[in-house]
């Protein structure tokens, strides 16, 4: 019997997948996602979204190409997954809304997709899970955002974070990490 | 009509996009069981169908396969595992740890330390480590909501006060980042320090009783113990592998017809090297047992120190 | 690079398959189609345990397995779960139903009749030495039972001693499905009856039977027993129009409860329900009286929705029991260790 057939976007959300769960396991590491920017985040789309999750974005245009994942778009405070092109102040109250999971199940806390900026805009001391030693890391998103996700993250309730870079660098912030804005 | 062909890997994608979310959120959530679908697969329920999906799920045209069982990649389901990865997913398989990417194992953490690329997924039998002190698997979900696991030291105080020893061979449990105790897989207790701030990635899965879980790189795992009465991994020191010599390494043991019996390195793969006197990589225990994170493992109890502890001396 | 091969265990499984296939000789599409006509009942547990309708399939299973039924099952669903959704049926109503048996316990007549239909129960049970030819159909019954016989729990219903049915959940993603997201208890009802529904026929018969003597307190009554061919209605994607993809055969029970005090203290009943693909009267039966004891929360294992559901499936509990046979060296080990406190000096290389 000869080995089945890989599709090419199969193979596109193996590797992204493989990607995500490095970034994962090394909170702030960047790993090269093969698509950059809004591309990126379709591709994460196409990898984790299907028939059987629930999405939110404020953005119309991704809105739309999300949905013929097959997933279901719906309000923030509902949302598996929420993604956002920009973080400004519209996003704070969705933000506010995302599940962050029961004590009987954490797993249904959020994950939060979003571009970051090109500069630098926060600089945070990360600690815990994934981390051998305290790290200092510059981030593209707002000090205002870590606050928020330091007030709803009560572990192991919270939501994790996936930053996309221009540069096609994707940087996860679990909800194990401890974040300290510097 | 029937279809003929299956998807890469096996899995189609819909199932490995469910892995796929469950895994991610296991990574976020150390030590936490997640709750998946778990489809039956074409191998029997129990036989390493829970780590068979989440190596489907991780498995790419560029990976290199491991499998073994109890250590030995010989073993006749570590060899049928295998067989049935290399031929859905097209992928090269070795026997060498050092060479493989993705490791797929049963009841054993290979000797050698796993570098931080390395994706090391067990198979899991009993993925609860309440369930001894609670079958129902939805009381023990509420015991871990509220991080209740008194029951699990005091069960382990009443070992000591009657057998002197805690009776937990494998799959001795652990408390994960401080927060979720857990079932490392019956592995013997010389691997559990092997988790323990690893450099590498270990997801554990359990087919049948559909969970899948975590340790993270670089994560606190601690077994439960007391801090006057330190975990102990199993006393093989006197034991030495009887083609090489080699000591201070997990070893079977193998009945002779005399009734004696000889010990054999049971990471079949490390014995092979070393047989050979090829290159080995740096191990978790070195030539004189001792442990490569100094401090982790405390010296033994005597049993003197142990009775008088008992007895509610200092 | 090269790559280090493993030896041994693969060579050696290789020849354990071939022995077992030489021993059971070939396999031919004329056997599967023989196995298919002459053992309807037995593919239609096949079928109902591995939640897969496709005779030919279970017939096939059968054949390569050489009747190894928990084999067989795991061979239906190791292939169904490859296989992709592509649309929910519609609810089964009486009228897509086409009954050929139904009985009921709970009165001497019922609207519609008691339909008898095919069945060995009152049979003699002798084995037939001689060939047997199949008997002729009969003719010129005087009155034929309608095919479309109403579900008897309605009429308790509309009498009030049944709480009304809840309403038919919409064909889609929203009815929670045991083969894509994980059973957690307690369960929704949906997945509890797609759990009975393919349950292994001998662990669903173990529990319900403990039941059934007293390690439970429903003392039920079966209210009725199905067997019927069912039109799989599917909605068309474009145009809406409902459409028969197919039949089935399809077995249902319903058991009821004794009075219990009801909502506003008056006594009603409580209704047990089981249904499977295939014809299976003994799993129904037991799975319905089972459906109803778990709602009476009652110490009893087999009052409990976790323990039954848990230990009636089939593939996980046949895998499980004979995953014993794999090498658990290295835990035996362990533990003997563990209980050997500080072992002495056994050897020294």
């Given at each position: 019997?000869?080995?089945?057939?890989?599709?090419?976007?199969?193979?596109?959300?193996?590797?992204?997948?493989?990607?995500?769960?490095?970034?994962?396991?090394?909170?702030?590491q960047?790993?090269?996602?093969?698509?950059?920017?809004?591309?990126?985040?379709?591709?994460?789309?196409?990898?984790?979204?299907?028939?059987?999750?629930?999405?939110?974005?404020?953005?119309?245009?991704?809105?739309?190409?999300?949905?013929?994942?097959?997933?279901?778009?719906?309000?923030?405070?509902?949302?598996?997954?929420?993604?956002?092109?920009?973080?400004?102040?519209?996003?704070?109250?969705?933000?506010?809304?995302?599940?962050?999971?029961?004590?009987?199940?954490?797993?249904?806390?959020?994950?939060?997709?979003?571009?970051?900026?090109?500069?630098?805009e926060?600089?945070?001391?990360?600690?815990?899970?994934?981390?051998?030693?305290?790290?200092?890391?510059?981030?593209?998103?707002?000090?205002?955002?870590?606050?928020?996700?330091?007030?709803?993250?009560?572990?192991?309730?919270?939501?994790?974070?996936?930053?996309?870079?221009?540069?096609?660098?994707?940087?996860?912030?679990?909800?194990?990490?401890?974040?300290?804005?510097? | 009509?029937?279809?003929?062909?299956?998807?890469?890997a096996?899995?189609?994608?819909?199932?490995?996009?469910?892995?796929?979310?469950?895994?991610?959120?296991?990574?976020?959530?150390?030590?936490?069981?997640?709750?998946?679908?778990?489809?039956e697969?074409?191998?029997?329920?129990?036989?390493?169908?829970?780590?068979?999906?989440?190596?489907?799920?991780?498995?790419?045209?560029?990976?290199?396969?491991?499998?073994?069982?109890?250590?030995?990649?010989?073993s006749?389901?570590?060899?049928n595992?295998?067989?049935?990865?290399?031929?859905?997913?097209?992928?090269?398989?070795?026997?060498?740890?050092?060479?493989?990417?993705?490791?797929?194992?049963?009841?054993?953490?290979?000797?050698?330390?796993?570098g931080?690329?390395?994706?090391?997924?067990?198979?899991?039998?009993?993925?609860?480590?309440l369930?001894?002190?609670?079958?129902?698997?939805?009381?023990?979900?509420?015991?871990?909501?509220?991080?209740?696991?008194?029951?699990?030291?005091?069960?382990?105080?009443?070992d000591?006060?009657?057998?002197?020893?805690?009776?937990?061979?494998?799959?001795?449990?652990?408390?994960?980042?401080g927060?979720?105790?857990?079932?490392?897989?019956?592995?013997?207790?010389?691997?559990?320090?092997?988790?323990?701030?690893?450099?590498?990635?270990?997801?554990?899965?359990?087919?049948?009783?559909?969970?899948?879980?975590?340790?993270?790189?670089?994560?606190?795992?601690?077994?439960?113990?007391?801090?006057d009465?330190?975990?102990?991994?199993?006393?093989?020191?006197?034991?030495?592998?009887?083609?090489?010599?080699?000591?201070?390494?997990?070893?079977?043991?193998?009945?002779?017809?005399?009734?004696?019996?000889?010990?054999?390195?049971?990471?079949?793969?490390?014995?092979?090297?070393?047989?050979?006197?090829l290159?080995?990589?740096?191990?978790?225990?070195?030539?004189?047992g001792g442990?490569?994170?100094?401090?982790?493992?405390a010296?033994?109890?005597?049993?003197?120190?142990?009775?008088?502890?008992?007895?509610?001396e200092? | 690079?090269?790559?280090?091969?493993?030896?041994?265990?693969?060579?050696?499984?290789?020849?354990?398959?071939?022995?077992?296939?030489?021993?059971?000789?070939?396999?031919?599409?004329?056997?599967?189609?023989?196995?298919?006509?002459?053992?309807?009942?037995?593919?239609?547990?096949?079928?109902?345990?591995?939640?897969?309708?496709?005779?030919?399939?279970?017939?096939?299973?059968?054949?390569q397995?050489?009747?190894?039924?928990?084999?067989?099952?795991?061979?239906?669903?190791?292939?169904?779960?490859?296989?992709?959704?592509?649309?929910?049926?519609?609810?089964?109503?009486?009228?897509?139903?086409?009954?050929?048996r139904?009985?009921?316990?709970?009165?001497?007549?019922?609207?519609?009749?008691?339909?008898?239909?095919?069945?060995?129960?009152?049979?003699?049970?002798?084995?037939?030495?001689?060939?047997?030819e199949?008997?002729?159909?009969?003719?010129?019954?005087?009155?034929?039972?309608?095919?479309?016989?109403?579900?008897?729990?309605?009429?308790?219903?509309?009498?009030?001693?049944?709480?009304?049915?809840?309403?038919?959940?919409?064909?889609?993603?929203?009815?929670?499905?045991?083969?894509?997201?994980?059973?957690?208890?307690?369960?929704?009802r949906?997945?509890?009856?797609?759990?009975?529904?393919?349950?292994?026929?001998?662990?669903?018969?173990?529990?319900?039977?403990?039941?059934?003597?007293?390690?439970?307190?429903?003392?039920?009554?079966?209210?009725?027993?199905?067997?019927?061919?069912?039109?799989?209605?599917?909605?068309?994607?474009?145009?809406?129009?409902?459409?028969?993809?197919?039949?089935?055969?399809?077995?249902?029970?319903?058991?009821?409860?004794?009075?219990?005090?009801?909502?506003?203290?008056?006594?009603?009943?409580?209704?047990?329900?089981?249904?499977?693909?295939?014809?299976?009267?003994?799993?129904?039966?037991?799975?319905?009286?089972?459906?109803?004891?778990?709602?009476?929360?009652?110490?009893?294992?087999?009052?409990?929705?976790?323990?039954?559901?848990?230990?009636?499936?089939?593939?996980?509990?046949?895998?499980?029991?004979?995953?014993?046979?794999?090498?658990?060296y290295?835990?035996?080990?362990s533990?003997?260790?563990?209980?050997?406190?500080?072992?002495?000096?056994?050897?020294?290389?």
């Amino acid at each position: 019997m000869t080995t089945p057939f890989l599709a090419p976007h199969e193979a596109q959300d193996q590797a992204v997948f493989r990607a995500l769960l490095r970034a994962m396991s090394r909170p702030g590491q960047g790993y090269r996602l093969a698509p950059s920017g809004e591309a990126a985040l379709k591709a994460i789309g196409q990898a984790l979204l299907d028939l059987e999750t629930r999405f939110y974005t404020p953005d119309p245009g991704l809105r739309a190409r999300l949905s013929q994942l097959g997933a279901r778009a719906v309000g923030p405070g509902e949302a598996d997954y929420l993604f956002f092109t920009e973080l400004g102040e519209p996003a704070w109250a969705d933000l506010e809304q995302a599940p962050i999971g029961s004590l009987l199940h954490p797993e249904e806390g959020a994950t939060v997709v979003a571009l970051s900026g090109p500069a630098p805009e926060a600089v945070l001391r990360l600690a815990g899970p994934g981390l051998p030693a305290p790290t200092l890391f510059e981030s593209g998103l707002p000090a205002r955002f870590w606050a928020l996700r330091n007030q709803r993250v009560r572990f192991p309730l919270g939501w994790d974070v996936l930053l996309l870079e221009a540069s096609g660098l994707c940087r996860a912030v679990p909800r194990s990490t401890l974040v300290e804005v510097t | 009509m029937p279809r003929l062909g299956y998807s890469y890997a096996f899995l189609d994608p819909g199932a490995k996009r469910e892995l796929r979310r469950s895994l991610l959120k296991a990574v976020a959530l150390p030590g936490y069981q997640v709750a998946y679908a778990s489809r039956e697969m074409p191998i029997a329920r129990g036989w390493g169908t829970g780590g068979l999906q989440v190596t489907l799920a991780l498995v790419g045209p560029e990976d290199v396969v491991k499998v073994m069982d109890q250590g030995d990649d010989a073993s006749v389901n570590a060899a049928n595992l295998r067989r049935f990865i290399a031929r859905m997913a097209g992928v090269k398989t070795s026997t060498d740890t050092a060479q493989a990417t993705l490791i797929q194992s049963r009841h054993r953490i290979p000797e050698e330390i796993l570098g931080p690329e390395q994706i090391l997924v067990l198979q899991v039998p009993y993925p609860e480590p309440l369930a001894r002190l609670e079958p129902s698997f939805a009381k023990a979900r509420e015991l871990h909501a509220d991080a209740e696991y008194g029951l699990v030291w005091l069960s382990l105080y009443e070992d000591l006060v009657r057998y002197r020893t805690a009776t937990h061979g494998a799959d001795y449990p652990v408390l994960v980042n401080g927060r979720y105790l857990m079932a490392p897989s019956p592995i013997p207790r010389w691997d559990n320090p092997k988790l323990h701030r690893a450099q590498h990635l270990t997801l554990f899965s359990a087919g049948r009783e559909k969970r899948l879980y975590a340790v993270p790189p670089f994560t606190e795992v601690r077994p439960v113990e007391f801090e006057d009465v330190p975990f102990e991994v199993e006393d093989q020191r006197g034991w030495a592998d009887w083609q090489t010599g080699v000591r201070h390494k997990f070893m079977t043991e193998l009945p002779l017809p005399d009734g004696g019996s000889r010990h054999e390195l049971s990471d079949r793969d490390y014995a092979r090297k070393r047989a050979a006197h090829l290159p080995t990589q740096p191990t978790y225990f070195d030539e004189e047992g001792g442990f490569y994170q100094p401090g982790y493992l405390a010296p033994r109890t005597p049993p003197e120190r142990l009775e008088r502890l008992l007895q509610g001396e200092p | 690079m090269a790559y280090v091969a493993a030896r041994g265990g693969e060579e050696a499984i290789q020849q354990a398959e071939a022995l077992y296939r030489r021993l059971l000789g070939p396999l031919d599409a004329g056997l599967v189609r023989r196995l298919e006509q002459a053992l309807p009942y037995l593919l239609d547990r096949l079928m109902g345990e591995g939640s897969l309708y496709a005779p030919e399939l279970a017939a096939l299973a059968l054949a390569q397995t050489g009747g190894d039924l928990y084999e067989a099952v795991l061979l239906l669903r190791a292939y169904r779960t490859t296989l992709p959704r592509l649309g929910y049926a519609e609810p089964l109503e009486p009228e897509a139903l086409l009954t050929v048996r139904r009985i009921s316990a709970a009165f001497k007549d019922i609207p519609g009749g008691q339909v008898l239909g095919p069945t060995l129960d009152y049979s003699h049970r002798l084995l037939h030495f001689e060939p047997q030819e199949a008997p002729p159909a009969r003719t010129g019954a005087e009155a034929q039972a309608s095919l479309h016989l109403p579900f008897v729990a309605d009429w308790h219903r509309q009498n009030g001693l049944l709480a009304p049915r809840p309403p038919d959940p919409t064909p889609g993603p929203e009815i929670p499905d045991l083969t894509r997201e994980p059973l957690l208890f307690p369960a929704p009802r949906a997945q509890r009856l797609q759990a009975l529904s393919r349950a292994d026929t001998g662990g669903v018969l173990a529990l319900g039977y403990a039941n059934m003597r007293g390690y439970g307190a429903i003392h039920p009554t079966v209210n009725e027993v199905r067997l019927a061919y069912a039109e799989v209605r599917l909605r068309h994607p474009v145009t809406g129009a409902v459409f028969s993809a197919g039949r089935v055969r399809y077995s249902q029970a319903e058991v009821l409860t004794k009075f219990r005090p009801g909502p506003g203290g008056k006594p009603a009943l409580e209704l047990g329900f089981a249904a499977t693909l295939g014809w299976n009267e003994v799993k129904l039966i037991a799975a319905a009286m089972l459906d109803a004891a778990m709602d009476q929360g009652e110490p009893h294992p087999a009052h409990t929705e976790e323990f039954v559901l848990s230990h009636t499936e089939p593939v996980e509990a046949g895998g499980f029991c004979i995953h014993y046979k794999l090498p658990h060296y290295v835990t035996f080990l362990s533990n003997l260790l563990a209980h050997q406190g500080q072992p002495e000096e056994v050897e020294d290389a």
